[in-house]
Structure formats: structure tokens, C-alpha cells
């Protein structure tokens, strides 16, 4: 039977894995990625297989050490990796209006597409939207000058 904290730990076992892949850490058993990611986090070998293997969770002094290793923001380990709610996050300077512009990767990341082909696909027509957003403003800009 799954506890709240072992549900918690796996769930944050899959988001780590994932974002393990993405920062370029083979971390399947035995390529060696689990050890680079154990040095570059400063935890021990140890403490990363338990914490992959959905065992246990890193400790509150391991989390940025973590979240830098894998170039993820700490609030988004602690949200995406379900240590955290959203909503739980307060921090009274960040302003509530993202002022500075998305990657389409950042919009796959913040809806939480995960899916390679999916991930493609939506990357690419955010990509494509924004071409052709830049024609419309360009086409249009030219046609109020002449």
C-alpha cells in the first residue's frame, strides 16, 4: 500500500527522471549518469538511486544543489516533482504577470507536456505561429506606410 510519502516520492522520482534526461543524464542503472548526477547535485550516490528509485525524498538542503544540477528552477522541481502545491508558492516579490517571454519549450514545460512527439509537434506550431505572426506584423506594418 502506497503512503502520502512514498506516492510523493515516486512522484518525484518521475519528474526527476525526466528532467534528468533533458539536462543530458543517462540515468538508467549502470550508464553512469546516476553518479555524474550525484556530483554535480552534491548528494551521494546513494541518495540519488533511493531518490530515482522513488524511495525518498531528497532533504530540504539537498533541493537547489538538485534543481541546478538538472537547470530547473527550485520552484519548479518542488511544484512539477509534487512537493508542493502551486499554490503554496508565495513569494511576494515575483509579480504575478510573467513579464518576460516564453520558449516554446517553457509552454510545453508549464502545461506539463511530456509526451517526445507531443513535446514535437506543439514546440513546432508555437514556432510556427510565431513566423507567422511576424509576417502579419511586417506584411501589416509595410501596407499602413505605403
Request: glycine fraction near 8%.
Amino acid at each position: 500500500m502506497d503512503t502520502p510519502a512514498s506516492a510523493a516520492a515516486q512522484a518525484f522520482a518521475r519528474f526527476l527522471t525526466e528532467a534528468a534526461a533533458k539536462a543530458g543524464y543517462d540515468v538508467t542503472s549502470g550508464a553512469g549518469g546516476r553518479k555524474r548526477l550525484a556530483a554535480d547535485s552534491g548528494m551521494s550516490a546513494s541518495a540519488i538511486s533511493r531518490t530515482l528509485d522513488g524511495k525518498t525524498l531528497p532533504r530540504p538542503s539537498q533541493m537547489e544543489g538538485l534543481a541546478k544540477a538538472v537547470n530547473v528552477d527550485i520552484q519548479t522541481m518542488l511544484v512539477r516533482g509534487n512537493v508542493i502545491s502551486g499554490e503554496s508558492w508565495n513569494d511576494p516579490n515575483e509579480p504575478h504577470v510573467r513579464s518576460a517571454s516564453l520558449t516554446p519549450e517553457d509552454a510545453a514545460d508549464s502545461w506539463g507536456i511530456t509526451d517526445p512527439m507531443i513535446r514535437k509537434m506543439l514546440i513546432s506550431n508555437i514556432q510556427q505561429a510565431i513566423r507567422l505572426q511576424r509576417e502579419a506584423e511586417t506584411e501589416g506594418g509595410a501596407a499602413s506606410r505605403g
